[in-house]
Structures are given as C-alpha cells and as structure tokens.
C-alpha cells in the first residue's frame, strides 16, 4: 500500500529563529509559524481560528533562514510531519507534531520583517537526513 507524508504550509512566523549546531556540526533552525483560518460558525457569524506549527530545516538551509528569517515574515514551508516524543521530569510522556522542511520560500517584500529580511529567496532541501542532498545551491551572502 503506498503512503504519502506531505505538508505545504503558509504562515507567518512567531518569532525569531533558533539557529543551532549538532555535536557533528549540522546546522538545524527551529520557528513557529501561525496559520489562520476565517470561516463561518454554525451562527452565521464570521470567526477566526489560528494554527500553530514547529518547523525544522537542516544544514546550510537551516543556517539561511536562521540569517535572513524574523519573527512576523511570511514564509511557505513544504515538508513532511515528525512525531516527536519525550519524558518529563516527572516521567511523563509528551508528544508533538512537527514539520521537518524540505523546501522554505521567504514571501514578502524586502522590508517586510525587521532587521534581517531579505526579499524572495528560498532556502531548499538541505540535509534533512531523510531526504538525500539538495541539488540547487543558493549562496545569500
């Protein structure tokens, strides 16, 4: 049977991004994006709903949208979902559902975001250690 684990998202993020290495030296950023949603409820009555998501990128994408990423900047993530699973200090289990990236676009003009936006650019697949190495190099500096 085959089976598809796809997501493609657009949000803004909530925040700066975390940028931070592996003891081998892998780049990986973590943000948190918002998504909303407007409909309306069983009233008639116009409502709004927001989702929240974690997003992980790996390697020089990862360091990329560390650099030109910041809180409040639109952003399209496509990836896959990751259940991750941890034990408190009070021994209980917790899970969270994240995206891993394989692809990030910066939406927006330049401007958009303070300080470190930088207009348009992509940052691709990159070292997701599922998902084989990127093929096109894109150099921000």
């Not at 684990?5 to 990986?28: F, H, Q, S, W």
């Not at 936006?117 to 997701?128: C, H, K, M, T």
Request: aromatic share 8%; proline share 4%.
């Amino acid at each position: 049977m085959a089976s598809l684990n796809r997501v493609m998202l657009i949000g803004n993020l909530t925040r700066d991004p975390e940028l931070r290495y592996t003891p081998g030296g892998k780049a990986v950023c973590n943000f948190d994006i918002a998504m909303n949603r407007k409909f309306k409820g069983g009233d008639g009555q116009l409502q709004e709903e927001t989702t929240y998501m974690r997003i992980t990128v790996w390697g020089k994408s990862g360091e990329n949208c560390g650099k030109y990423l910041a809180k409040g900047r639109p952003v399209f993530v496509e990836g896959r979902l990751q259940v991750r699973s941890w034990k408190t200090d009070a021994g209980e289990t917790r899970k969270a559902t994240d995206v891993v990236a394989h692809d990030v676009q910066f939406l927006g003009a330049k401007g958009d975001a303070p300080e470190k936006s930088g207009g348009g650019a992509a940052a691709q697949r990159d070292g997701d250690p599922d998902m084989g190495q990127k093929t096109d190099e894109y150099d921000f500096d």
